[in-house]
């Protein structure tokens, strides 16, 4: 019996990233939606869970995506609330892929440095990956302290890591590229981690290369100006300046790795529901 993976994307267009990305993974057969909302989505299921049954059921997978990791989360929840009984396909939720993306992220720092006790700053992590970034590290046992520039961004960013994920995290506000105050916000960390928006600079060279503490030393953003400054695209564990450096390329090779094995695990069994929790241990199994 082919793998179908069902892909579900609330931008107007599918990506065709996540489409490639499936079929690399050993899914048989894609099909494709844009535009998908919370409404339209229940027909979807409908097809998924009433082609099939008992465990040819494990043959099928929805794959949520898009850029709106909200509205994404809310496409899930519609899923999850149509399946009952044994009707039932595994799901993931990897809007903007924000959980592939996180996952991979912090099992590639902990698997280079332990974080249990210690202090981990996400910079620029009041989005959805550096919430996830800052929770999967708190659940390591890290001491998180997420930044920003805005008190909105901050609030909410904590509110949703405590009411998701079950943690607590610190937060603190810190001009871009303020140097005597990222020296301040850094003092004591052993990990710091950028989650900014793309192009934006926020952590300058000067404010961590002589940081005492700092072990590891990792950036997401791909698009110059780089978010840390300092951090080279392909760093892998790379040393600069006494720390382990990680760059949005070192990174985004595991990421892919994670991502294909995530599409692979949906077909596992037909009653899971990846988000971050289950991503991250399929990449402490891949790292």
Not at 26 to 34: C, K, N
Not at 228 to 240: F, Y
Request: aromatic fraction near 6%; charge should be negative; include cysteine.
């Amino acid at each position: 019996m082919r793998r179908v993976l069902i892909q579900v994307d609330t931008d107007p267009h599918y990506s065709s990233f996540d489409a490639i990305a499936a079929l690399d993974a050993g899914a048989d057969v894609v099909l494709s939606y844009g535009g998908v909302t919370p409404d339209s989505v229940r027909e979807i299921v409908y097809g998924a869970i009433f082609t099939r049954g008992g465990e040819d059921l494990r043959n099928t997978a929805i794959w949520i995506g898009g850029r709106d990791v909200a509205l994404g989360e809310r496409v899930l929840a519609t899923v999850q609330k149509t399946f009952f009984g044994g009707f039932r396909v595994s799901a993931i939720l990897d809007c903007n892929g924000c959980n592939t993306t996180a996952a991979a992220a912090v099992a590639k720092v902990t698997r280079a440095t332990s974080v249990r006790g210690e202090k981990v700053v996400v910079v620029g992590g009041a989005g959805p990956v550096g919430q996830r970034v800052a929770a999967l590290f708190a659940r390591e046992g890290a001491d998180v302290t997420i930044t920003t520039i805005r008190q909105d961004w901050l609030d909410a960013a904590l509110e949703h890591v405590r009411e998701r994920f079950g943690v607590t995290v610190r937060g603190r506000l810190v001009p871009n590229e303020d140097v005597p105050a990222w020296r301040e916000a850094l003092e004591g960390a052993k990990v710091a981690f950028g989650a900014a928006a793309a192009g934006v600079r926020l952590l300058p060279l000067a404010a961590w290369q002589d940081n005492p503490t700092l072990e590891v030393v990792a950036d997401l953003n791909a698009a110059p100006p780089s978010g840390i400054e300092g951090i080279e695209l392909g760093d892998d564990g790379a040393l600069r300046h006494g720390k382990r450096c990680f760059g949005p390329i070192g990174i985004g090779n595991f990421k892919m790795k994670v991502h294909r094995a995530a599409v692979a695990a949906l077909f596992e069994r037909k009653d899971q529901v990846l988000e971050a929790e289950a991503v991250y241990a399929i990449a402490r199994e891949v790292a």
